[in-house]
């Protein structure tokens, strides 16, 4: 005979896939019955037309069934009253309730949060933070990434994300890919819409990514930020004053030149910075042989010039792009590969590292 308990036990360990919470500890098993082995269930979605309703019916399809004498599930659903749900974005805020606070800038905050700079655009910023950001999943670690790149987002697409965040009141809850969460302004703007924001707008739409979105319990915080020193670049400073910068470049010294400045904008505001990236620093032939198409040493200079340490070197690998423009980022699709090991040994020094708490001296261009 198969005890009601314990398939109840089993279905409320059940994990919502956005909020990343047991149904038991949202309260979101309604009614539950067992007539020998078959099993009846109702669940309350958080809002009408949830859009992973179907991974949560087998997610719960497959807890019940691993009960001893199941033999058969039904899983209907129906969805949160408005109240509940304004309960329910009460608590994903937090004890600040109503106020706009942004928890990751709180000293007693987890997460680490580490925005990925370059001097020009065209360097792989934005390849280097979808696979950075998955590497670090792959470690078993809860990463997010904020794709502040207001004007040429791209982080979306090259993680294989269609559809928008769900919606509870006025929380956000981001999209996920790979196990990695995602804000852009990709999800706010039409396709043929020109975001033409100055400053002000701008400071404004990235406090609502920190501000309005439930990052839930991240280790990492990646920021996708534009190309330059411009105003976003000054907004997450003052937003998130722990935060590090990782500075992405490649081996071509005109790319270093203009890479150090992201370096310099990163002093100027008492961001640390947590190492250098080279990417696009040599391809491998069919011969085996490796050729520097971009130069050499572009990566090491700007690390010495800055004084911290080159954390790796990327390669220039053709399903890297690829991959980038199919949403299947090269770490996930081939783990294995001379890319994905790269981007496995940056997320190792990373992780190894932890965040640098030394102060530096004032960065001098020459």
Known sequence: MVEVGAVRTAIEQVEDPEIHRSLGDLGMIRDLTVTAGSVSVLVALTIPGCPLKDQLQGDVTEAAMSVAGVTAVDVSFTSMTDEERASLSAELRGPAGDAREITLAKAGSKT????????KGGVGKSSVTANLAVALTLKGLRVGIIDADVWGFSIPKMMGIDRPPTV?????????????????????????????????????????????VHWGDLDYLLIDMPPGTGDVAISISQYLPRSEILVVTTPQPTAQRVAVRAGLMARKVNQDIVGVVENMSWFTGDDGKSYELFGSGGGAELADQLDVDLLGQVPLVPELREGADVGRPITAIDP????????????????ARGPRLTSHPELVIS
């Open 112 to 119: 680490r949060v580490i925005g990925i700079a370059s001097g």
């Open 168 to 212: 509870i009141d006025d929380i956000l809850l981001p999209p996920e890919a790979y196990g990695v969460g995602v804000i852009s302004m990709d999800f706010f703007v039409q396709p043929d819409q020109a975001v033409v924001w100055r400053g002000p707008m701008l400071h404004k739409a990235l406090e609502q990514f920190l501000v309005d």
């Open 336 to 351: 294995e590969g001379e890319a994905a090991s790269a981007f496995a040994g940056i997320a190792d020094e990373l992780v």
